[in-house]
């Protein structure tokens, strides 16, 4: 009763979206359906004790029972079917453990099938379906029956309704959240754009995407915690990443208006993210309570098996916001070239004058001289003997132009980095670097 009231509850307090809400998982509604479940199987004397006893894979009992959720061919929807092997013996079910109630039971369904004068009109023609009957010398027969209960399967069809609808919802706001993104991207492409007449707000939207992806706010990389984040997790560090960028004054040192605005619009739609998987785990929350409360009170034990076989497109199976926050890296980020992806393996700071070895890695100019100096022939990454046949003709010039477009401060540094170690090279440890300057 508790989860009842604090789920509707924060399905209202959490400013979700009203078609949001009416798409939620019925939790009420399916208490009572589990209710009409529990009392049908009652009336069969099949009580929790009982269907525990019989539903014992250890059991040597002469009675057992099988019950599996199977997905239907026909349609979207999950079909329970509840078999029953009962040993008869004249007639008569014999097992002691059955209660007097699932004994007349099944010694009643056993004297219909075997009726000279037909089916019992007074027992529903569906409520059973003979599958097999194997009679042996001693009068004993094997009878193998499947029971179609009338409420377990309303059960099941509401519930894998109300997963179809959250898979369409998904689907709905995951296209939405991507078009989104697409906009945001051209709309950074063109405050990032380096020109010589213009304002540019590249460098501050490379330190902001440095945050972010340092944040990793909706799934981890790091070996310690990788994996997909909680919504308190991805919380935490949605906030710690804000906090980040507004005391570094990010996005209040804009150069452009549009900026500001987009800048806004990649917040909000990282809180929509989060939106999103704050009411995926809410619903699937309350699948898992009603598929426990669903085995609590008849011991079926679908709670282990409805996953597996629940038709769902993405719901019960994907994560939304894990998806559209990997397109956001792919797409928002690469619209602002990271240094990371250009640092010399060898010197970890901006490839300076990029070599492109014959084995096609990338190297500054100065390491691999370095390295032709030591008479070392293997490259550093893939050991291929291609170091010393490396020329003037290997400098990446196009990729050269290229950084220093976009890392024209850290191509200046690493200049400078290099011409001090140079002179040190040439003329001792006392060498002391000047800048050039134009009098």
């Given amino acids: 009763m508790k989860f009842a009231r604090d789920f509707k509850e924060t399905l ?16 009420g509604q399916l208490k009572k359906c589990l209710k009409k479940v529990q009392q049908e199987l009652h009336d069969l004397g ?25 997905a239907a061919n026909d349609s979207n929807f999950v079909r329970p079917k509840l078999t029953v092997y009962v040993h008869m013996q004249n007639g008569v079910a014999v097992d002691a453990s059955l209660t007097p109630t699932s004994r007349a039971f099944f010694e009643k369904i056993a004297a219909e099938i075997h009726s000279d004068h037909g089916l019992d009109t007074n027992l529903p023609k569906s409520f059973y379906t003979l599958v097999q009957q194997d009679q042996n010398l001693d009068h004993d027969m094997y009878e193998k029956v499947e029971l179609p209960l009338v409420f377990d399967g309303e059960f099941f069809d509401l519930l894998q309704s109300d997963v179809n609808n959250l898979d369409a919802l998904q689907m709905e706001e995951r296209q ?18 380096t020109s010589r007449f213009s304002k540019s707000d590249l460098a501050r939207w490379r330190r902001i995407f440095e945050l972010y992806l340092d944040a990793e706010i909706f799934f981890g990389t790091h070996e310690r915690d990788h994996g997909t984040r909680s919504s308190q997790i991805a919380l935490k560090q949605l906030q710690w990443f804000q906090g980040e960028v507004e005391k570094r004054s990010l996005s209040k040192d804009f150069k452009l208006g ?23 785990e809410l619903n699937k929350l309350a699948i898992t309570k009603i598929l426990k409360k669903f085995d609590k009170r008849t011991c079926l034990g679908v709670s282990q098996t409805f996953h597996a076989t629940v038709q769902s497109e993405g719901f019960l199976s994907r994560d939304v916001a894990k998806d559209v926050c990997a397109q956001m890296s792919q797409e928002l980020v690469a619209v602002v070239p990271q240094l990371n992806d250009y640092l010399c393996p060898v010197c970890f700071s901006v ?21 032709q ?67």
């Fill in 176 to 193: 939405r959240m991507t078009a989104d993104v697409a906009e945001l991207g051209k709309d950074i492409s063109l405050v990032c754009r």
């Fill in 12 to 27: 209202a307090s959490q400013d979700f979206p009203s078609h949001w809400v009416n798409k939620a998982i019925p939790y």
């Fill in 373 to 439: 100096r030591r008479n070392e022939k293997h490259c550093p990454l893939c050991r291929a003997d291609v170091v010393m046949s490396a020329s003037e003709d290997n400098l990446d010039r196009t990729l050269e132009k290229y950084m220093k477009k976009y890392f024209a401060k850290e191509v200046k540094e690493k200049q400078r980095a290099n011409e001090i170690e140079r002179g040190i090279e040439d003329y001792g440890p006392g060498y002391i670097h000047h800048d050039c300057s134009v009098m």
């Fill in 351 to 371: 490839a300076y004058r990029p070599v492109r070895l014959d084995c096609r890695h990338v190297f500054c100019i100065r390491c691999i001289v370095k390295i």
């Fill in 258 to 280: 549009e900026s500001q605005v987009a800048f806004s619009r990649f917040v909000n739609l990282n809180l929509n993210l989060l939106k999103t998987l704050q009411f995926q």
């Fill in 46 to 70: 099949l009580d929790p004790d009982t269907l525990r006893a019989l539903l014992d894979p250890n059991t040597t009992a002469p009675v057992a029972i099988k019950y599996r959720l199977k």
